[in-house]
């Protein structure tokens, strides 16, 4: 008899981004993974993302529409109702590729000393184009705690790694997921596997463009600093080196149009196109045993008039 498959728990934390999060809901249900367990921390927001939900949320493990602290508070708090023996976070304006939580739960029984792993990266426009990849080199514990280039949307962990190194510092606004993955090498291992997990979206709003150069550098000195990270000579010559190849290995992997798992050959192609069309709209699978039993009563928690 083959195995049960191990919950994987996912927590999406949103604010204002009715445009996006149907399709990153729509992307996590649609891996059909048998034990799910799906998470949705929604800050009380006010541009329609509730209406937009009100068809998913007997899907939700937990769901809350509430004043909350921004997306740290959202992620560490959405941990603390999940039990799965694998954990992720996925942002409200980020995909899953079709079949990665299949990959995931069968790379971790495979691999019993591996602690958390991370995948290439597909970047997206708001229209879902493919507009540029990150396709990494083997992983590196010393180049990923120097720099922070770990594909959030496409790390997951085991539950005791997290326990160890855990929870996520919700003093961070932008860095959270560097400073966990940070303090996840220091005591487990991590591995970078050669496909695509997920897509990452690039847009006018996206947090990435908005608050790097500000509250973005400084939260990355202060893992540094925490870190106790050294950059000598040396270092600053490896950090644009490893960039580069990662440069130049995306550009291979364009110029050949090598496919990839969670991935079609080139630029420009509709990231919907390797979901068939469905992560827009479509029938949804029947909700699943876990589903199901796991479903607890007042899952919706309104915000506060």
Same mark, same amino acid.
């Given at each position: ?11 999406? =934390? ?8 149907g399709r ?16 949705l ?6 541009d329609g ?10 899907r939700f ?5 509430? =004043?909350?602290g921004?997306?740290? /508070? $959202?992620v560490k708090?959405?941990?603390e109702?999940t039990?799965g023996e694998? #954990?992720?976070w ?6 899953? &590729? =079709?079949?990665?939580?299949d990959?995931? $739960?069968?790379?971790? &029984? ?5 602690d958390?792993i991370?995948?290439?990266r597909?970047?997206i426009? $708001? ?5 540029g990849h ?13 720099w922070?280039?770990?594909p ?12 160890k190194? !855990?929870p ?6 932008? &860095?959270l ?16 596997v /050669?496909?695509?997990l997920?897509a990452?979206?690039?847009?006018d709003e ?5 608050q790097?150069?500000?509250?973005? #550098?400084q ?9 106790e990270?050294?950059?000598g ?5 490896r ?6 190849m990662?440069?130049l290995?995306?550009a ?13 050959? !080139?630029? !420009?192609?509709?990231? /919907?196109?390797?979901w068939g !069309?469905l992560?827009?709209e479509?029938?949804? =699978?029947?909700l699943?045993s876990?589903?199901?039993e796991?479903k607890?009563e ?8």
């Amino acid at each position: 008899m083959r195995k049960p498959r191990p919950t994987i728990s996912i927590v999406t =934390p949103s604010y204002n981004q009715a445009e996006y999060i149907g399709r990153t809901v729509r992307s996590v249900l649609l891996q059909r993974y048998p034990n799910l367990e799906y998470v949705l921390m929604d800050g009380a927001s006010t541009d329609g993302t509730q209406d937009v939900l009100s068809e998913y949320r007997d899907r939700f493990a937990h769901y809350e529409s509430k =004043p909350d602290g921004g997306q740290s /508070d $959202a992620v560490k708090r959405g941990f603390e109702h999940t039990s799965g023996e694998i #954990m992720a976070w996925l942002n409200s304006d980020d995909v899953l &590729a =079709p079949g990665a939580l299949d990959f995931v $739960a069968d790379y971790f &029984a495979k691999h019993p000393g591996v602690d958390a792993i991370y995948s290439n990266r597909v970047i997206i426009d $708001a229209d879902d184009r493919v507009i540029g990849h990150w396709v990494l080199g083997e992983h590196s514990d010393w180049l990923m705690s120097h720099w922070d280039l770990i594909p959030q949307e496409t790390c997951f962990w085991r539950r005791s790694l997290y326990e160890k190194a !855990g929870p996520v510092d919700d003093s961070y606004r932008f &860095a959270l997921d560097y400073d966990l993955f940070s303090r996840f090498m220091e005591h487990g291992r991590m591995e970078r596997v /050669d496909r695509f997990l997920g897509a990452f979206r690039m847009h006018d709003e996206s947090k990435t463009i908005v608050q790097l150069e500000t509250v973005g #550098m400084q939260e990355i000195v202060r893992v540094h600093r925490a870190r106790e990270l050294k950059f000598g000579r040396w270092a600053r010559v490896r950090g644009p080196v490893f960039t580069k190849m990662a440069q130049l290995r995306a550009a291979w992997h364009v110029r050949t149009k090598h496919v990839m798992p969670g991935c079609l050959p !080139g630029l !420009g192609w509709d990231y /919907d196109d390797l979901w068939g !069309g469905l992560m827009r709209e479509g029938a949804l =699978p029947p909700l699943t045993s876990s589903q199901i039993e796991s479903k607890p009563e007042g899952v919706l928690e309104e915000a506060a008039s």
